[in-house]
Nanobody
Framework: QAQLVESGGGLVQAGGSLRLSCAAS??????MGWFRRAPGKEREIVAT????????YYADSVKGRFTISRDNAKNTVYLQMNSLKPEDTAGYYC???????????????WGQGTQVAVSS
């Protein structure tokens, strides 16, 4: 059964690092992405990666700090987050089968999310 299961969230001080993992069984042929939703804010795209891993997209707010990668042999997608800021605090969601409609990214498959909290 295809499913997305995130892990790796937690509490970290500003300037620290975390690596999120997404066990993505059944999704090796799909483009994948990470989204986040902060309290009181709308969901936003963080990063996307093509099914082969050669094409990546980053939101301006994380460019240069976050790196998305995937290992299709392990059915896993990663989000390495460095130089974390308090404004990165959010629920982070792994997603598959991405879409781009009306200038917004969406997806047809979602994980349950993992919480990231960055203290100042």
């Amino acid at each position: 059964q295809a499913q997305l299961v995130e892990s790796g969230g937690g509490l970290v001080q500003a300037g620290g690092s975390l690596r999120l993992s997404c066990a993505a069984s059944g999704f090796s042929s799909f483009a994948m992405g990470w989204f986040r939703r902060a309290p009181g804010k709308e969901r936003e795209i963080v990063a996307t990666i093509s099914r082969g891993g050669s094409r990546k997209y980053y939101a301006d707010s994380v460019k240069g700090r976050f790196t998305i990668s995937r290992d299709n042999a392990k059915n896993t997608v990663y989000l390495q987050m460095n130089s974390l800021k308090p404004e990165d605090t959010a629920g982070y969601y792994c997603a598959a089968d991405l879409s781009y409609t009306r200038q917004r990214y969406g997806a047809n498959y979602w994980g349950q999310g993992t919480q990231v909290a960055v203290s100042s």
